[in-house]
């Protein structure tokens, strides 16, 4: 042991030993960043403004809150129960519908990308339905399936669906052939091939293609708790409004940008996690 301490920070072999200090100071390191520093000014600088149009305009509470009303408004939501009781309802329709949609739009997207014919043929289809907005959608999901919590997953799974389609096509298409005729000569087989070939070569796409589905299925949950529903936080902000609740409507609104936000790190995250070996 004394002689890995004295190899700290010198190259064992192929490996390089470190001290816990050095390990910590190099993940902290990107604390350091001008970027990440300039975050918490830049929200600061916004709640001052914010503060400032508010004195300067003399508006009323009902049209643009404080930021103290917020946050008073805020902490009494979540005293009570009913931010998370009404965070609930729209995060069960953003991972089950995100679930659903993405599971389609992957299975879906690897016979695209197999079948050139069979894009050819369903490509019109599929661009058609994406050209309908899913506001305009929504009302019929309500109609069929009631308004329960099926159809908001189903509102929230079309929202995605297309982008996530795309990008399977893309990221599966984009594998280098080279790879694919070496896989070929050493007999392996079709789940070889997708799963130590495809997979990796299609995750870079498939993963950029993941960050832009979950914020969707935030917009989509709400689109259907906007059009029909008795809990969520698209219907807390359609009562709000209706009472005049303006700051009820701006707890809402952070509540959503940080669901968002949060599944956006998430994947982000597991980004980094995947495709380590490419830092590597």
């Not at 009570?80 to 329709?93: E, I, K, M, V, Y």
């Not at 409004?241 to 936000?261: D, E, H, K, Q």
Request: net charge positive.
């Amino acid at each position: 042991m004394q002689e890995i301490s004295r190899l700290s920070g010198k190259e064992t072999g192929m490996y390089t030993i470190q001290e816990p200090t050095v390990w910590l100071s190099h993940r902290l390191s990107w604390l350091k960043q001008p970027q990440v520093l300039m975050i918490p000014l830049v929200f600061v600088f916004v709640l001052l403004v914010w503060e400032l149009i508010i004195w300067l305009g003399d508006y009323p509470t009902f049209i643009l809150p404080s930021v103290v009303d917020v946050f008073v408004t805020l902490q009494r939501t979540i005293v009570d129960g009913s931010l998370w009781r009404h965070a609930q309802a729209t995060l069960f329709a953003v991972f089950v519908g995100l679930s659903l949609g993405l599971s389609v739009a992957i299975v879906l997207g690897y016979i695209l990308a197999k079948n050139l014919m069979l894009e050819r043929l369903l490509a019109p289809y599929i661009v058609a339905s994406q050209s309908v907005p899913v506001v305009a959608v929504a009302p019929l999901l309500i109609i069929w399936f009631g308004p329960g919590r099926l159809s908001k997953v189903l509102i929230c799974a079309l929202i995605v669906f297309f982008p996530a389609l795309i990008n399977s096509i893309v990221g599966l298409r984009s594998v280098d052939t080279g790879l694919r005729d070496l896989m070929r000569s050493l007999k392996a087989t079709r789940w070889q091939m997708f799963t130590m070939l495809e997979i990796p070569a299609a995750l870079p796409v498939l993963l950029g293609g993941l960050k832009v589905s979950v914020t969707l299925s935030v917009v989509g949950a709400v689109v259907g708790e906007f059009v029909g529903a008795d809990r969520g936080l698209g219907f807390l902000i359609n009562q709000a409004r209706g009472l005049f609740n303006t700051p009820l409507v701006f707890v809402s609104i952070v509540s959503l940008v940080a669901i968002a936000i949060s599944l956006y790190g998430v994947v982000a995250l597991l980004e980094k996690w995947l495709l380590r070996w490419r830092q590597s």
